[in-house]
């Protein structure tokens, strides 16, 4: 699906401390979020000026992971990063050491009164290949005006730190009748508590560029926890269900047709898996599939029982 840029929680909002990296402080920013079989994904920016904001980044996440772990970002003019290269000196360097990397600042004094920008590398520290990724790009490249570096960072690869850190609210599942239900009746489904229908999340590089990913509710899609002889399953169930309404037509939620009483527990569990589906804002080529969550949710179900009398 193409259309606005939509994002597993993240949450970068560490300032921007030094383009030059290096020698001086360096930008961190941290984003986390829980995959969906329950593993710690994220994204750790490593010398990076980008910032994530928006509502969409405290949530469950879908393990969404950014497809390039390394990158260039812009610094700084030639007289600007030698300005930072000649006084970023650190309180731990002794001062030979220092003596040593100021004698090594010739490739910056030569780029002094020409035009261009210089670039440094930035990195997702939670990628287990960002390292060999880094090791494979020069600490610094000066690039002339309106030029992007090989490496150089991308408006898809912005998004895709965006969708990396975009979430949506953990399924809370809402069912009529709530404490049990019964052979041949309709067990209507919903969410509850879902809050705002649409999420989104910026990655803004300040001053360059900026991607916003939105998610929107879209349908659920619903499992009986049994097969389909014990179960009927009606799926017309666009922006996440709609609650139970006396008279109203059923059309979202399960109807079973056996008690659950020979099941495991004594119950069926059902599953139900939220899409949202993600778009991307601005003129581009590119899209996201939806984000999509579950949670699983009990229902008895047994038998109503009659009682016939004879005649007197």
């Not at 920008?117 to 060999?132: F, G, I, V």
């Not at 009748?177 to 508590?193: E, F, I, K, M």
Request: proline share 6%.
């Amino acid at each position: 699906m193409i259309g606005k840029v939509v994002v597993a929680g993240l949450l970068l909002l560490a300032p921007f401390a030094d383009p030059g990296g290096g020698t001086g402080g360096k930008p961190e920013a941290k984003g986390f979020q829980e995959g969906k079989n329950g593993e710690t994904v994220g994204v750790i920016l490593k010398d990076s000026r980008i910032i994530v904001s928006g509502n969409g980044t405290s949530g469950k996440s879908d393990g969404y992971r950014v497809r390039r772990p390394c990158w260039y970002e812009p610094g700084g003019n030639a007289k600007d990063m030698l300005k930072k290269q000649e006084e970023s000196k650190p309180e731990w360097m002794p001062a030979t050491e220092w003596n040593r990397h100021l004698e090594s600042l010739k490739e910056f004094k030569d780029k002094v009164g020409k035009e261009g920008t210089w670039w440094t590398r930035a990195y997702n520290e939670a990628d287990p290949n960002a390292l060999s990724c880094l090791a494979a790009l020069e600490p610094y490249v000066f690039v002339p005006p309106n030029t992007t570096p090989p490496a150089g960072i991308t408006i898809q690869e912005l998004a895709d730190i965006a969708r990396a850190a975009l979430t949506v609210p953990e399924p809370k599942i809402e069912v009529n009748p709530d404490a049990r239900s019964y052979v041949n009746l309709d067990t209507w489904v919903w969410l509850g508590d879902v809050g705002s229908k649409t999420r989104s999340v910026t990655a803004t590089l300040p001053g360059v560029m900026s991607a916003t990913v939105t998610a929107t509710l879209g349908r659920l899609e619903i499992k009986s926890g049994t097969t389909d002889d014990r179960a009927t399953v009606k799926q017309d169930c666009a922006d996440g269900g709609k609650p139970y309404s006396k008279g109203a037509a059923f059309s979202c939620g399960v109807t079973y047709r056996r008690a659950s009483a020979d099941q495991s527990r004594g119950v069926y569990t059902m599953t139900v898996t939220a899409v949202w589906p993600v778009t991307v804002e601005g003129n581009v080529n590119f899209g996201y599939a939806p984000v999509q969550v579950s949670a699983d949710r009990d229902v008895a179900v047994g038998e109503v029982q009659s009682v016939v009398k004879g005649d007197d």
